[in-house]
Every structure is written in structure tokens, then in C-alpha cells.
């Protein structure tokens, strides 16, 4: 607190009180200044800096104040006063966790509080409301935090909490030729995380269900996140063979036999060889690695 008074012939003596509930807080013009004054003969005006004319000073800024008071008999005084700031906290997110898997509740994000006076209170606009520094649990979204210092004054920060873009895998499957072991799945798989596109043919194993069997995949990405695919192969059916008419050499030596053979199943047109032939040798389809796209 300072005072000045100065005056003549009898002034009056200008004082100013000043206590912690009047100083500016949080940068808000809520500071004020009281002034008492004695001696001189009242009645008493007020010629404030700020161009106030009242005895004391409410809603303020900070600043420095000074007044001069004048008593019934033209004697002056002054006095002077400084309003200081108690600021105000700021907020900042200082740590965050991004959701691992699309869907999942495994976010977090952490405020940090500055300046202003503590003890410090919280909130977060989450569904729980949660009232710590840090609010776990968070699904995938944008979230506000509040801090409230002890003398009421408020700060807020906010969090982006986001997550990878959902897994997925398509199968598409081939169907197997005659009966063989021939069948395959060709597997998609999408996802944001570690940005994965693999493309490849699943050759199924001689001996395995090959007709019209569904096929299964998990697929699990590096941060744990599955999601799963099925195809089913069936089966084309081969032709069946068989002799439909025939006519015997009439005369021993002759040419003059004759066979006709009906094919029935298959996929047509079905050329018939008159010959023995040796079949090609069956080629599995190609297995492709995936690719990775950066």
C-alpha cells in the first residue's frame, strides 16, 4: 500500500486500504480500492485518475490509481493506490494415448495447469465426468477439459483422441476342378494401422475338404486388433463316361466295329480324344506374399 497526502491550510488525510479479496484476479476488472479518509472538514469530493468520483473504486483493472480529495474548505490531499493481478491458470495437454483398435475404449489424455494459484480442480466433458488430471477409458473423439483454480479462475485445453481405421479382410475363394485338390482362397486385408494391403491365393492341401467347405481366417494386426473372413469352395464337377451304343466286327479282321460314348456332368464343350493320352500334370495355383504398402 501506498500513501501520499499533501495539502494547505488544513487538508484532509487521504488513506488507502487495500486487502487480498480486492486485488484483480484472473486478468478480470473485478479489482477495487477503498480509501478512508480523515481530518479536513467534510463534506468531501473525489477526483479519481481513472476519472472516477466516487470514494472507493470497484471493477477495476490493474493499474495504478491516484485521487485527489477535496474537503468543504477547498483543502486537498491525494493518495495513490496499485491493483496487482493474481492471473489466471493455462491448460495444456501434455500426454495422450490414441486408440489402439477401432471401437476400443483405451484412450487417455492428460492436462497439465500453469500459472495461477493451487489447489487445482478438473473436468472432463467424457461420459464419466471424470475430475483428474488424466481421463482414461476414452473412446475415439474430441474431449474438453476444465481447470479451476483456487480463486476461481478457469482455463480450458482440449484432446483429439483418434483411432486406426477398422480392420478388415474379404476371402474370395476358387472353386476346385473335378474333384482335385486344386481349390483356393484369395485373402484381402485393409486396415490404417500399419497401412497393410496383402493380396494372396491360400492353396488347400490334397486331402482337404474341397467341396462346397467353408474356409476361416483371424486376422491380427501389430497392435492386437483381429477381424475375421470366410469363403466357401465348392467343387466343378468332372464328366462321367460312358459307352451309350456299340457295333462288333462282323467279319474277323474287319474294320468295321464301332463304340459311341455319352458324357454326362461337367462343364461342356467336352472334347473327346480317341487316343490314350498322358493327363498334364496338375499345377497348383500361385501363393502370392503380401505386400506391404508404406
Do not use: K
Not at 40 to 50: E, K, Q
Not at 57 to 71: F, K, P, Q, W
Not at 114 to 143: C, E, H, I, K
Not at 235 to 259: E, K, W
Amino acid at each position: 500500500m501506498h500513501r501520499n497526502s499533501t495539502g494547505n491550510h488544513h487538508p484532509a488525510n487521504g488513506t488507502i486500504r487495500r486487502s487480498s479479496s480486492q486485488v484483480l484476479t484472473c486478468g478480470n476488472a473485478n479489482g477495487s480500492v477503498d480509501l478512508s479518509v480523515s481530518g479536513g472538514t467534510p463534506a468531501y469530493t473525489y477526483a479519481w485518475s481513472n476519472g472516477a468520483t466516487t470514494q472507493d473504486l470497484v471493477n477495476v483493472v490493474a493499474g495504478v490509481y491516484s485521487v485527489t480529495i477535496t474537503d468543504a474548505n477547498g483543502c486537498t490531499a491525494t493518495a495513490s493506490a496499485t491493483v496487482n493481478n493474481i492471473g489466471g491458470p493455462a491448460a495444456s495437454i501434455s500426454a495422450q494415448t490414441n486408440v489402439a483398435s477401432n471401437g476400443a475404449f483405451t484412450g487417455s489424455a492428460t492436462v497439465l495447469a500453469t500459472g495461477g494459484t493451487s489447489p487445482f480442480t478438473y473436468l472432463w466433458n467424457d461420459p464419466s465426468a471424470q475430475t483428474l488430471a488424466t481421463a482414461t477409458g476414452l473412446a475415439a473423439g474430441t474431449y474438453t477439459v476444465t481447470i479451476t483454480d483456487a480463486n476461481g479462475c478457469t482455463a480450458t485445453a482440449q484432446a483429439i483422441i483418434t483411432q486406426p481405421t477398422a480392420l478388415s479382410g474379404g476371402a474370395v475363394a476358387t472353386s476346385s476342378t473335378c474333384g482335385n485338390a486344386n481349390g483356393s482362397v484369395d485373402l484381402s486385408v485393409s486396415g490404417e494401422h500399419l497401412h497393410i494391403l496383402m493380396h494372396g491365393a491360400m492353396v488347400l492341401p490334397p486331402g482337404s475338404c474341397q467341396c462346397g467347405c467353408t474356409y476361416s481366417v483371424t486376422i491380427t494386426d501389430a497392435n492386437g486388433c483381429t477381424a475375421t473372413s470366410s469363403a466357401t469352395v465348392n467343387n466343378i464337377g468332372g464328366p462321367a463316361a460312358s459307352i451309350s451304343a456299340q457295333t462288333n466286327v462282323a467279319c474277323n479282321g474287319a474294320f468295321t466295329g464301332s463304340a459311341t460314348v455319352l458324357a454326362t456332368g461337367g462343364t461342356s464343350p467336352s472334347p473327346i480324344c480317341g487316343m490314350i493320352h498322358q493327363p498334364r500334370p496338375w499345377q497348383q495355383p500361385p501363393v502370392l506374399q503380401p505386400e506391404l504398402i508404406p
